[in-house]
């Protein structure tokens, strides 16, 4: 008689995870997640789907407890979502932790959806608008970090409330 071949999967930081144990429901659940990830669907859909409130993951419930988090499908899960946010640019890669120190604690720089919704436009824009110059950023490992004056100001261009104008040309009033 064959014996069954056992189902691993490997985490990031290189811990093998038995996938035995699950059942059909629970397999299809990783099987739809892993459907995210290639088809590029955003680290945030991803990560609501994994492991936010009702997921399975999280048996249906809205909050993790200890014997949850260390489930293997939670594991797993946390690991496809955490994969998506890094390939996405989102989430510093194992291999750059070292470098995480380079970033500012001050507040002064945020992430690229942060700023994306601080100006009101999309990651994408936010992108093209620090390849034109019109953004400051900074590059640490894999994830790009915008200046939050700079996208404050650039919210500011955008939005048309701060005009040029001459010193010696007064200010135009509506007059009710």
């Given at each position: 008689?064959?014996?069954?071949?056992?189902?691993?999967?490997?985490?990031?930081?290189?811990?093998?995870?038995?996938l035995d144990g699950l059942d059909?429901?629970?397999?299809?659940?990783?099987?739809?997640?892993?459907?995210?990830?290639?088809?590029?669907?955003?680290?945030?859909?991803?990560?609501?789907?994994?492991?936010?409130?009702?997921?399975?993951?999280?048996?249906?419930?809205?909050?993790?407890?200890?014997?949850?988090?260390?489930s293997p499908l939670y594991l797993?899960?946390?690991?496809?979502?955490?994969?998506?946010?890094?390939?996405?640019?989102?989430?510093?890669a194992p291999e750059h932790e070292?470098?995480?120190?380079?970033?500012?604690?001050?507040?002064?720089?945020?992430?690229?959806?942060?700023?994306?919704?601080?100006?009101?436009?999309?990651?994408?824009?936010?992108?093209?608008?620090?390849?034109?110059?019109?953004?400051?950023?900074?590059?640490?490992?894999?994830?790009?970090?915008?200046?939050?004056?700079?996208?404050?100001?650039?919210?500011?261009?955008?939005?048309?409330?701060?005009?040029?104008?001459?010193?010696?040309?007064?200010?135009?009033?509506?007059?009710?």
């Amino acid at each position: 008689m064959a014996r069954a071949t056992s189902r691993k999967y490997a985490l990031l930081d290189g811990r093998q995870v038995s996938l035995d144990g699950l059942d059909a429901r629970e397999r299809a659940f990783l099987a739809d997640l892993e459907k995210m990830v290639r088809r590029g669907i955003s680290y945030f859909e991803i990560y609501r789907a994994a492991v936010g409130p009702g997921s399975v993951a999280l048996g249906g419930r809205n909050r993790i407890d200890r014997r949850t988090a260390q489930s293997p499908l939670y594991l797993v899960a946390m690991d496809l979502a955490t994969r998506a946010g890094i390939k996405q640019g989102l989430i510093l890669a194992p291999e750059h932790e070292g470098e995480r120190a380079r970033a500012p604690a001050d507040g002064s720089m945020i992430s690229v959806a942060q700023a994306a919704d601080l100006i009101g436009i999309s990651r994408a824009a936010v992108y093209k608008a620090i390849e034109k110059g019109a953004l400051r950023s900074r590059r640490i490992g894999n994830v790009t970090i915008v200046d939050r004056a700079s996208a404050a100001a650039y919210r500011e261009r955008r939005s048309g409330t701060v005009q040029e104008r001459p010193a010696d040309q007064p200010r135009l009033s509506m007059a009710t």
